[in-house]
């Protein structure tokens, strides 16, 4: 680089805005972590300042506690994981008062993720977190693949979505999200049908179903027979069906699966996502997000690029439908 | 505090077939590491295999800031750890996991490892040593050949009695049988004890039987090693009822009749 280059760049250096809005969810920075791949936000403390997310997604909570599944819970695969946990968390009110003042004494902007069996758990834990400082949003698992009665039924089927979550948005003044579960042959009908619902934005895509068997014993590998994939192995999955929905819906996305490095959020970003959710990421390199952040803000000063809306959406040939989700207010 | 460090590779040589020792520099790790805790290494810079693989402690020199892990070629991961050269830098975190305790009032220990569970107790050996603690050693393998850290254990002056499953050195038959053939001797009044879980079924039964307290040091499947993901995992026995506890942050050491072992006569 000559001396008049230098200079060049050197006056046009900019600061470039990394807020964006999640349907009245308010981000510093579009880089967060995904529900239960964070824990509670603590675990990761050592390796962070966990205020520099733009969002901590807590572990899917749940009314009661739930013990879990049996292991194994776990198995690599290629370039991905499948995980069976089965919700394993200890209920809304030991959240509510074990890990939700150790957050808001962080100043962390906190989604809460909510998992139920029946329309009602999932009203009743929307009305149990409603009063409560410290939380910007409630994200709905309506798409958790491992725990029986819940998870796929409601995920799959256009009108229970829309009963879901209309019955949570009545129950709470929180921005409400919905996740959608990729395990379905129309995404977009799903979306549609949390929009109608009342559905503030949409998180996806959560785990793909999967499984692994162990040849030596002859028997499935997970003791629940299937886990939820993830990691970079569905990344072309997920951006396909962000990009889906963006194109369609006009609801602003969390975009997610499996994200590495600063090249995967701004595909997100392009693909219409206005944040994204980092998970299994977090479990290879702790400092992903942080060095993303940095990424992120390197190559929108290099691109001239001084808003992250600018790339919101950039490579929908029709830009983001109406409805201006990805304005800020 | 665990932290991710680029450690440099120092040593890293093939003790007998499949079994290395590798050794690198992370100064904070070494700084802060007990006996018992955990490192999780990246055997690669792709995204296959993705995960960390967790290794204990085999050795730690605070002065040079080194750890030494003592490891087996099982799969990919180790496979590929295995080509690892010196002066390579190696991505590794930690320390991680729940430590050995060393309660104030013991006086004599018995160290009991299987296989490659021998690793972490070469280190807390050393530590008992220098804490006055009198320590027997008790190993054992499927054959003479593969029996590791007898040179550690040397330069510590320590007592240690071997098994081989083959009778190629000292008793033939299971650690655990070497265990059961010791207690008699009743020079012992803690245990320490780690290798694969139908092993550590039977320590704790015999362990129990004999009113000797002391801990374990369990393995599992793991993703994010500090305790955000809850896929290690593993069953306990909370008052009465079954829950579980996180191997990663809980454990991977635990106290003696804790945990709800497979495959074992316990519970
Ligand atoms: C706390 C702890 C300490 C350990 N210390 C040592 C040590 O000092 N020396 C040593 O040789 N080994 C140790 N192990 C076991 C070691 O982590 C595994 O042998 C290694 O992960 C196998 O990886 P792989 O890719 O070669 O095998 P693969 O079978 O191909 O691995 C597939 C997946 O299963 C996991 N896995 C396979 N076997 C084990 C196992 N036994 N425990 C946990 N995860 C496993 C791998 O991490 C990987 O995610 C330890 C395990 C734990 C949990
Ligand atoms: C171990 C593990 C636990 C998870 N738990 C939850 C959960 O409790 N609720 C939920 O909505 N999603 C859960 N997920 C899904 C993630 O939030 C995310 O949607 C998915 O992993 C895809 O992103 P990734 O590829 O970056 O991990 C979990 C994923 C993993 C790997
Ligand atoms: S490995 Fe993630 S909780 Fe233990």
New binding site residues.
């Given amino acids: 680089m000559n001396t008049t280059d230098r200079k060049a760049r050197k006056k046009s250096r900019i600061t470039p805005d990394l807020r964006v809005n999640l349907g009245g969810i308010i981000l510093n920075n579009p880089i967060t972590v995904a529900s239960g791949t964070f824990g509670y936000g603590m675990e990761y403390e050592p390796f962070m300042d966990i205020a520099s997310l733009g969002a901590v997604i807590v572990k899917g909570t749940t009314l009661e506690p739930r013990a879990g599944n049996p292991p194994p819970r776990i198995c690599?695969t290629p370039s991905g994981m499948l995980n069976a946990i089965g919700l394993e968390n200890p209920g809304v009110k030991a959240f509510i008062n074990q890990h939700l003042p150790v957050l808001r004494s962080r100043k962390t902007t906190v989604i809460v993720n909510i998992a139920g069996n029946t329309v009602e758990e999932y009203a009743e834990l929307a009305r149990t977190l409603d009063g409560q400082s410290g939380i910007a949003g409630l994200e709905l698992n309506i798409s958790c693949p491992n725990v029986k009665q819940g998870g796929l039924q409601f995920g799959t089927d256009p009108v229970m979505v829309q009963e879901l979550v209309a019955a949570v948005k009545s129950q709470t003044s929180l921005p409400v999200m919905a996740k959608l579960s990729p395990n379905v042959t129309d995404i977009v009908a799903i979306a549609r049908a949390a929009e109608r619902g009342g559905a503030d934005c949409l998180s996806l895509i959560n785990t793909l179903l999967g499984m692994a068997i162990d040849i030596e014993n002859r028997k499935p590998f997970l003791a629940n027979t299937f886990g939820g994939l993830s990691g970079p192995a569905i990344k072309p999955v997920a951006l396909r069906m962000v990009y889906q929905v963006a194109s369609e819906v006009p609801l602003p996305i969390m975009g997610m699966g499996g994200i590495t490095d600063t090249r995967d959020v701004i595909e997100f970003l392009m693909a219409g996502a206005t944040a994204v959710s980092i998970g299994t990421a977090n479990f290879v390199n702790p400092l992903v997000t942080q060095e993303v952040l940095a990424g992120l803000r390197d190559y929108m000063e290099q691109n001239q690029i001084t808003s992250v809306q600018e790339l919101i959406g950039a490579a929908l040939p029709q830009g983001l439908p109406k409805k201006g989700s990805a304005e800020l207010t | 505090m665990p932290s991710v460090e680029k450690a440099l590779v120092i040593r890293h040589r093939e003790i007998v077939p499949y079994y290395y020792e590798l050794e690198f520099i992370a100064p904070s790790i070494a700084q802060e590491v007990l006996p018992g805790q955990?490192v999780n290494i990246r055997v690669s810079n792709s995204l296959d295999?993705l995960?960390r693989?967790?290794?204990?402690i085999?050795n730690v020199d605070k002065k040079l800031g080194s750890i030494t892990?003592?490891?087996?070629?099982?799969?990919?991961?180790?496979?590929l750890l295995s080509l690892m050269p010196i002066q390579k830098r190696l991505d590794v975190m930690g320390p991680l996991?729940r430590p050995f305790s060393i309660p104030g009032n013991i006086n004599r220990a018995y160290l009991i490892g299987g296989g490659?569970g021998i690793?972490?107790l070469v280190y807390l050996a050393r530590v008992l040593t220098d804490s006055d603690i009198k320590v027997k050693v008790l190993m054992g393998a499927s054959t003479a050949g593969f029996i590791c850290g007898r040179d550690m254990f040397d330069q510590l002056g320590v007592n240690y009695l071997i098994s081989t499953d083959d009778g190629s050195e000292g008793l033939k038959g299971k650690v655990t049988d070497l265990f059961e053939q010791q207690l008699f001797l009743q020079d012992c009044d803690y245990i320490y004890a780690c290798g694969p879980e139908p092993m550590l079924a039977k320590i704790t039964r015999l362990a129990l039987d004999n009113g000797i307290d002391g801990e374990i040091?369990l393995?599992?499947?793991?993703a994010c090693g500090v305790g955000a993901c809850l896929g290690c995992s593993h069953p306990v026995l909370k008052d009465g009822n079954r829950s579980y506890a996180k191997?990663c942050s809980d454990g991977?050491v635990f106290r003696i009749g804790e945990m709800l072992l497979h495959n074992g006569d316990v519970r």
């Fill in positions: 690599e | 955990f295999p995960l693989r967790p290794f204990s085999y892990v003592f490891y087996k070629v099982v799969g990919r991961g180790t496979e996991g490659v690793a972490p040091s393995e599992g499947r793991m191997i991977p």
